[in-house]
Antibody
Framework: EVQLVQAGAEVKKPGESLKISCVGS????????IGWVRQVPGKGLEWMGI????????RYSPSFEGQVTFSVDKSISTAYLQWISLKASDTAIYYC??????????????WGQGTLVTVSS | DIQLTQSPSTLSASVGDRVTISCRAS??????LAWYQQKPGEAPALLIY???TLETGVPSRFSGSGSGTEFTLTISSLQPDDLATYYC?????????FGQGTKLEIK
């Protein structure tokens, strides 16, 4: 069974750093892109970008480039989303999701449960 | 960037009704369009990909159509479990834009 399991909720202060995780299981982690999606509470979905665990190829949405960093450790089937200096406007639920858009033509077919990040002084 | 515009933003319908949600792309995306359902408090779930292919396990009352810039999600007979927000997404480039969502309410 394909699963993506995300880290628990985080509460941080503005200016602090944070790295959240997404662990894949039930499939060959290196062979599928992992995407990150932001959802501000009560609002819609925003595509942040994707990372390919096989070679760490990364594509960011222009809206998020320079604001966050994607990374992976394929040896432990884990993808990461990182901030160096959080802002209050980063408060949101962050989802990871599996995708294979370029070969199989599959969009986000399996999703993590989401990690709520709250940034408040 | 490709923009997606969904209509309507909210929709109220009765059990058994046929429901249609539209998604318009700012430029042609072929059939690289997906539809997702997000129930309150849950992660989104894939319903349809390549504009009209039903994801495994999704009830057959859901269907998708369209190509180019105009797409439609149809629920043939609305069920109480369909209370959710529905999103379209284009995924034919390295930028996977979402529509703004359509909130479906059951009368």
């Amino acid at each position: 069974e394909v699963q993506l399991v995300q880290a628990g909720a985080e509460v941080k202060k503005p200016g602090e750093s944070l790295k959240i995780s997404c662990v894949g299981s039930g499939y060959t982690f290196a062979n599928y892109w992992i995407g990150w999606v932001r959802q501000v509470p009560g609002k819609g979905l925003e595509w942040m970008g994707i990372v390919y665990p096989g070679d760490s190829d990364t594509r960011y949405s222009p809206s998020f480039e320079g604001q966050v960093t994607f990374s992976v450790d394929k040896s432990i089937s884990t993808a990461y989303l990182q901030w160096i200096s959080l802002k209050a406007s980063d408060t949101a639920i962050y989802y990871c999701a599996r995708t294979d858009p370029f070969i199989a033509g599959r969009p986000f077919d399996f999703w993590g449960q989401g990690t709520l990040v709250t940034v408040s002084s | 960037d490709i923009q997606l515009t969904q209509s309507p933003s909210t929709l109220s319908a009765s059990v058994g009704d046929r429901v249609t949600i539209s998604c318009r792309a700012s430029q042609s995306i072929g059939t690289w369009l997906a539809w997702y359902q997000q129930k309150p408090g849950e992660a989104p779930a894939l319903l349809i990909y390549r504009a009209s292919t039903l994801e495994t396990g999704v009830p057959s009352r859901f269907s998708g159509s369209g190509s180019g810039t105009e797409f439609t999600l149809t629920i043939s007979s609305l069920q109480p479990d369909d209370l959710a927000t529905y999103y379209c997404q284009q995924y034919n480039t390295y930028s996977g834009t979402f529509g703004q969502g359509t909130k479906l309410e059951i009368k």
